[in-house]
């Protein structure tokens, strides 16, 4: 009789421990996301957030894509047919931290009455509109605004009064109209009057530096008050920041706005490291690169920003997203668009832009 009583207790403990064991399975992704709040989210300070690697979650993605109204053909790869879901099942994992997930109710009452605008060219949309879903699915019921004009876009969550404004300026610094054509205008930077009133600006720039004939929107370049027919584009997109930078020192009340700097987004058509025979561009890669770094290294441009932002003496954010990016060579819409073309430079959305903007909302609460 004693016998059967212990071999009762011992499969009864048995089920038990086994039910905890998938319980706490079943809940892994909920649990990275609370146990933040009693311990580790006080170390996202003082660790680089922007190293790390990719790993499988598959509490995500953070929102439903067919949910959000907010989001442009070229982005909806899962509305343009993307057959896997892979890609949205990746969470970005710091090496010495971990980070709290997107939380938009705290992203819109902490930022409460306040304007964030996005200035760049259409990968800042991408960004831009990652978050408005972002937002969207956490007050799905709010009351949103859309309103557009000649010089920006907003998105405003009324019942918290957050803006979330889109400035198109693929080079940053001007382009005028003079007799002989469209002029870019390396040290010259007027919507710079418009930008300052803002409480939070994310600027980037590159992605139009170095194209040519009728993709460039310039036709000559004016440099020091010379106009030339043309320049060296790096030198140009160096001299372009530099102005940038004057302008953020001079112009920019850190009291009152906050400045990022998004760093370069890349892409993938270039597979040189990848150690896949026979591949060509992103068309078919469906998971990360493993690791924390890219076989070819960052991209020069991208030394360049940080050479330039280390010469500004205000306070700027480099929200520095190139290498975690370059490892998601399976996150860009490939040929599920709209144009059915093949595009290895934007990011799906929900995607990738999703980390960016959990990071982002790192840097604006902490």
């Known amino acids: 009789m004693v016998f059967v009583t212990q071999r009762l207790c011992f499969i009864l403990v048995t089920f038990i421990l086994n039910f905890f064991s998938c319980l706490c399975v079943a809940n892994s992704g909920q649990y ?77 009452q902490k930022l409460k009455g306040k304007k964030i605008m996005f200035i760049g060219d259409s990968i800042t949309l991408n960004q831009r509109e990652s978050l408005v879903c972002l937002l969207h699915a956490a007050v799905p019921d709010a009351k949103i605004i859309e309103e557009i004009n000649p010089l920006y876009s907003n998105t405003t969550f009324e019942d918290y009064g957050v803006s979330i404004l889109l400035f198109k300026s693929n080079y940053l610094v001007d382009i005028e109209k003079e007799k002989v054509g469209q002029v870019l205008k390396l040290d010259s930077m007027k919507n710079g009057n418009i930008w300052k009133d803002m409480d939070v600006l994310v600027f980037n720039t590159w992605l139009w530096w170095n194209r040519t004939g009728p993709r460039k929107h310039w036709d000559y370049i004016e440099d020091g008050g010379k106009v030339l027919e043309d320049m060296d584009r790096m030198d140009a997109f160096r001299k372009a920041l530099t102005t940038w930078a004057k302008w953020v020192d001079t112009d920019v009340d850190p009291g009152k706005t906050k400045v990022l700097y998004r760093a370069i987004s890349p892409t993938h058509y270039d597979v040189t490291g990848w150690g896949r025979p026979g591949v060509e561009n992103c068309g078919k890669e469906t998971t990360p690169i493993n ?17 330039i932002l280390s010469t500004i003496k205000k306070p700027v954010h480099l929200f520095d997203i190139t290498t975690l990016s370059q490892l998601r060579k399976d996150a860009h819409p490939a040929a599920y668009n709209i144009f059915k073309g093949m595009d290895c430079t934007h990011w799906c959305v929900a995607g990738l832009p999703d980390t960016w903007n959990q990071l982002l909302y790192i840097a604006l609460t902490d």
Not at 60 to 87: M, Q, T, V, W
Not at 291 to 307: A, F, I, R
């Open 32 to 108: 990275h996301s609370s146990h933040l709040k009693v311990g580790k989210q006080s170390q996202v300070k003082s660790c680089n957030v922007y190293e790390g690697t990719w790993v499988f979650d598959d509490s995500y993605p953070l929102y439903n894509s067919s949910a959000c109204p907010h989001i442009r053909k070229e982005f909806d790869c899962h509305y343009y047919g993307r057959p896997d879901n892979l890609y949205l099942k990746y969470r970005w994992q710091p090496k010495e931290c971990d980070i709290p997930r997107f939380d938009g109710q705290d992203f819109l």
């Open 291 to 307: 690791g924390s770094t890219y076989p070819t290294g960052l991209p020069p441009e991208s030394n360049m920003v940080k050479d």
